[in-house]
């Protein structure tokens, strides 16, 4: 009969090296440690920033009217921060509505470019042109056509977002890795299967990444958009603020653009990892 030891070492008998309950302590504290330092590192930058901000202010190497000093910002927030939070929420709703627009609308153009080569050769020189339009000589026309409010507001995120998203959908669909390709021509799969089971999922982290190129610029195009036909959010008062001389709460209304665009940023990213878990394991970060 065959004889089934236990796992465990015998007395006496050093476990393996690596194996053992200190080295699964360690494992565990090395995790810990990295992923605290994960957390502290934009920590850390963001305060190296305002350390430098501080000592440009201090100097006056800038004037103080074109950059106040971090304390008066912050004051200027403190002063009124029911005010300031009000419009920031404007802001992200349009933000993230223009944003969710562009991302269908690119990722369908995306999909008919690299479903026909006739299709990206008639489109694809128009697309390059309007997104070379720089977008807000085409705010006074966007108010004229659409009025106040929000509709002006959101075609300015929409046009600012969508060529990335069209890019890089694109170009995801249309650079499957040749060993899947030929894996599903082997399982004589139809065009949807393929679509389906490869060419999308394998153009994934391709489309997340014009997903995280546009998102920030949403948040640019609201504050353009803003800037023209607004009659709240954040771009409203850094021109209303501005326009008035106080140019902290300016600088005040500016910071929490950044604020918003790093969280919305922080989000997707947190998405792709939870969507895309392979991603990370078969790349070398």
Not at 78 to 100: C, N, Q
Not at 126 to 155: D, E, M, S, Y
Request: with cysteine.
């Amino acid at each position: 009969m065959t004889d089934v030891r236990s796992a465990e070492p015998a007395a006496g008998v050093p476990a393996p090296l690596g194996t053992g309950p200190e080295a699964r302590r360690a494992g565990r504290g090395t995790g810990v440690r990295a992923g605290a330092g994960v957390a502290l590192l934009p920590v850390a930058g963001i305060l190296v920033a305002l350390a430098a901000w501080w000592l440009v202010a201090r100097l006056e190497l800038i004037p103080p009217a074109a950059l106040p000093p971090p304390g008066d910002v912050f004051t200027a927030f403190v002063d009124k921060p029911a005010r300031m939070l009000e419009h920031t929420w404007y802001t992200l709703l349009e933000i993230l509505f223009g944003f969710a627009l562009s991302a269908a609308a690119g990722v369908l153009i995306g999909l008919s470019l690299a479903s026909s080569r006739t299709v990206e050769r008639m489109f694809t020189p128009l697309l390059v042109a309007v997104n070379a339009v720089p977008k807000i000589t085409l705010g006074p026309l966007l108010v004229v056509a659409l009025g106040w409010g929000q509709k002006p507001i959101l075609t300015m995120v929409f046009l600012l977002c969508f060529f990335p998203i069209v890019l890089s959908t694109a170009t995801g669909l249309t650079t499957t890795p040749a060993d899947l390709a030929e894996l599903v021509r082997s399982w004589n799969a139809s065009r949807w299967q393929s679509f389906r089971k490869v060419r999308f999922p394998a153009a994934l982290p391709q489309i997340f990444v014009g997903l995280k190129v546009a998102m920030p610029l949403a948040a640019i195009g609201a504050v353009i958009g803003e800037f023209q036909a607004g009659e709240r959010g954040l771009g409203y008062v850094i021109l209303q603020y501005a326009g008035v001389g106080d140019y902290a709460t300016a600088w005040a209304a500016i910071l929490l653009v950044a604020l918003v665009s790093i969280l919305l940023y922080s989000a997707l990213v947190l998405v792709e990892r939870i969507a895309l878990p392979w991603v990370r394991e078969t790349t070398s970060r």
